[in-house]
């Protein structure tokens, strides 16, 4: 009989034990269940037998590229995060302990409410709460950038090196490190990127992969917390406007597209807005300029597109990781060409034209 993905990655005796010597309220037996769509880190929802529920968050199975999947930055920007009001999970412990299920882990509180990965989901929201949910994914991005990064403990983020400078070399860094054939667009975007870099005017908190799908909602769209927090680092504002922006608009087409990164096409559903009025309501509730909406824009599609390579190349070592992880790959080519298009696009001119 094959050992599922549960057995493999949690070594049930061992982090039940581990668990109970530090949050002495839950109740043995655990039972662990794989949640959510993401193809990165893996993540279990741990019910007690007082039906309490945590949440624990590993790496991913197998061979993973150095600095990826870092658990320990990851709860330390929780812990940082969670005392200052940010809308995040409460972190509770954390494991660097490999004795006890081969990697590091950490716990977190579950928070209930509606995570909009599928039309069904997201049919339990009313079309005015959809609404709500475009207007508070843009609120709460202006929320989590008002936070003095150096006040709340993650001043150490900051570089001399602008955003997007760290970003680029980082980003094409993991693309030699997982790329699994040659494809000259993902270098020659690099090459692009580098030359119409613009000028980083702030540096507030990023949180690197910023998009509706990694946001628990309420019922009525209030968003109880933003989720994913690996990627986070500080720099420029737009440069999560621009992965919100990319993400919400490749929701909407998961229908036509055979290579969709999403399965069903949620932001297209009555009371969402388009991918433009979503980036003029950033632009009105944070006062700030879309002029180089566009370059962050394209920058996102070229990570994204490493990413998806990525993701690809652990299924590849290692199935387990992402049950449709295969039919994804050839998204990797289709979206360095929506960041070459997006050079072109005048946000600017849309953003009056949605006024």
């Known amino acids: 009989m094959s050992v599922g993905l549960t057995e493999r990655a949690i070594d049930v005796t061992r982090v039940t034990a581990w668990m109970k010597e530090r949050l002495p309220e839950i109740e043995p037996p655990l039972r662990f269940t794989r949640v959510g769509e993401g193809q990165s880190n893996l993540t279990f929802r741990v019910d007690d037998a007082a039906s309490r529920s945590l949440v624990l968050r590993r790496p991913p199975l197998g061979e993973i590229l150095a600095s990826a999947h870092d658990m320990a930055r990851e709860h330390r920007i929780l812990s940082a995060l969670a005392p200052a009001g940010a809308r995040v999970p409460r972190p509770l ?11 590091p882990f950490y716990v977190m509180e579950h928070v ?27 609120t709460t991005l202006t929320e989590l950038q008002a936070l003095d990064v150096d006040a709340i403990g993650l001043g150490s983020f900051k570089r001399p090196e602008s955003l997007i400078s760290r970003q680029l070399r980082r980003w094409t860094r993991q693309w030699h490190a997982s790329k699994t054939r040659e494809l000259p667009e993902i270098e020659m975007l690099a090459e692009l990127l580098v030359e119409r870099m613009p000028e980083e005017r702030e540096t507030v908190l990023h949180h690197g992969d910023y998009r509706v799908d990694n946001a628990v909602l309420s019922e009525h769209g209030e968003i109880r917390a933003v989720l994913d927090w690996e990627l986070c680092t500080v720099g420029d504002p737009l440069a999560d406007v621009g992965m919100m922006v990319a993400y919400w608009e490749e929701l909407g087409s998961a229908a036509r597209l055979p290579d969709a990164l999403f399965r069903e096409p949620v932001t297209e559903l009555p009371g969402f807005p388009s991918g433009a009025e979503l980036a003029e309501a950033y632009s009105r509730v944070s006062g700030r300029s879309l002029s180089d909406l566009g370059f962050w824009i394209a920058f996102a599609y070229w990570k994204i597109a490493i990413i998806v390579e990525g993701v690809y190349r652990r299924w590849l070592n290692d199935p387990g990781n992402g049950s449709n992880a295969g039919t994804l790959h050839p998204a990797v080519a289709r979206l360095a060409g929506l960041a070459r298009e997006s050079f072109e696009r005048d946000w600017e001119t849309e953003q009056s034209e949605v006024r």
């Open 93 to 103: 412990a954390i494991c660097e302990d490999l004795e006890v299920t081969g990697t």
């Open 112 to 138: 209930d409410g509606l995570i909009p990965t599928r039309v069904e989901a997201a049919k339990r929201l009313s079309s005015e709460a959809r609404a709500t949910a475009a207007l508070e994914l843009v």
